[in-house]
């Protein structure tokens, strides 16, 4: 049973434009949210995380929105940029600090 | 100040064959975590412990076997490798700012080959 999804395996995007990278989660216990982007042979890198308690979180290119009534998260990059080609994962942290993440979504930024 | 940190980066193993894998975090961390990714499943919770001389299981701890042996470091252990343990492996610290943020960070990983 697959608690946080990822639908979307890939994506790609112009450069410039737009990357809307979505998330879906089904236990709402869930407090915390959290994404990570892993290039390959990487260990995945923290971006942006938002509490449960808040729906929007702005860190420079990067916003996460929260919607708990549809239990869905997505993660806003603009403008976007070739170094922004990687493989990103939701995550959302369940008791004692434990995080379940989704599958991945692969974003390409075409130049 | 190198975050959190895996040896060895690479690793290939017989089937039956024992190995440790380590991990150390010089970020003062309470919390430590042991996952795997495997292609198209994302990154599942093997072990974790939540404080010096604590450890839980997670997602996926048939097969392995875990030590806290201090704040800083925490080892992951296979007794009997199986083809199915091929994975990359990635140790993780975290810990709960004031305020209620939470950051979780992560070492460079391990790949592990079973044959």
């Known amino acids: 049973d697959q608690q946080v999804k990822q639908n979307s395996p890939s994506l790609s995007v112009q450069e410039g434009r737009i990357s809307i990278l979505n998330c879906d989660y089904t236990n709402s216990m869930f407090d915390y949210f959290l994404w990570y982007k892993k290039y390959p042979a990487e260990g995945p890198t923290f971006l942006i995380s938002i509490s449960s308690i808040k729906d929007k979180n702005e860190d420079g290119r990067f916003t996460v929105f929260l919607n708990k009534s549809a239990k869905h998260l997505s993660l806003h990059i603009v403008p976007s940029q070739p170094g922004d080609s990687a493989v990103y994962f939701c995550a959302a942290r369940g008791g004692n600090e434990k995080l379940t993440f989704g599958t991945g979504t692969r974003l390409t930024i075409i130049p | 100040n190198a975050g959190v940190t895996q040896t060895p980066k690479f690793q290939v193993l017989k089937t039956g064959q024992s190995m440790t894998l380590q991990c150390a975090q010089d970020?003062?961390?309470?919390?430590m975590y042991w996952y795997r990714q495997d292609p198209g499943m994302g990154l599942r919770l093997i072990y974790y412990?939540?404080?010096?001389?604590?450890?839980d299981k997670g997602e996926v701890p048939n097969g392995y076997n875990v030590s806290r042996l201090n704040k800083r470091e925490f080892s992951l252990r296979l007794e009997s490798a199986a083809p199915s343990q091929t994975s990359v492996y990635f140790c993780a610290s975290s810990l709960t700012l004031a305020g209620g943020t939470y950051e979780q960070f992560f070492g460079p990983g391990t790949r592990l080959t079973v044959l």
């Open positions: 412990s939540a404080s010096e001389g604590t450890t």
């Open positions: 970020m003062n961390h309470n919390s």
